[in-house]
Nanobody, 117 residues
Framework: QVQLVESGGGLVQAGGSLRLSCAAS????????MGWYRQTPGKERELVAA???????TYADSVKGRFTISRDNAKNTVYLQMDSLKPEDTAVYYC???????????WGQGTQVTVSS
């Protein structure tokens, strides 16, 4: 069983920065993809940023130029650096790891990010 443990959420003023961390219980190189999603009440979970197969990165249009996803394979950790935060970035952020054989999505417990105006 894979565990993903997120940390780094909190309350920040608009324009500020936060860095989220996601520590995996096994080598992150074993996953086909890893990324960050977010969810607000009443809405579906949406992709924020992810590493895809081939180590390419994908970002939601709303965060391009402000958020940066990175990884440290030695620490089995994926990060999300969030700069120039806006109130609309307020959400619970979830770490995701995708395994393809057999197919399975793993999720962290979520970390709350609140951006005040």
């Amino acid at each position: 069983q894979v565990q993903l443990v997120e940390s780094g959420g909190g309350l920040v003023q608009a324009g500020g920065s936060l860095r989220l961390s996601c520590a995996a219980s096994r080598s992150i190189s074993s996953f086909a993809a890893m990324g960050w999603y977010r969810q607000t009440p009443g809405k579906e979970r949406e992709l924020v940023a992810a590493f895809s197969p081939g180590a390419t990165t994908t970002y939601a249009d709303s965060v391009k130029g402000r958020f940066t996803i990175s990884r440290d394979n030695a620490k089995n950790t994926v990060y999300l650096q969030m700069d120039s935060l806006k109130p609309e970035d307020t959400a619970v952020y979830y770490c995701n790891a995708r395994q393809v054989v057999p197919f399975r999505d793993y999720w962290g417990q979520g970390t709350q990010v609140t951006v005040s105006s």
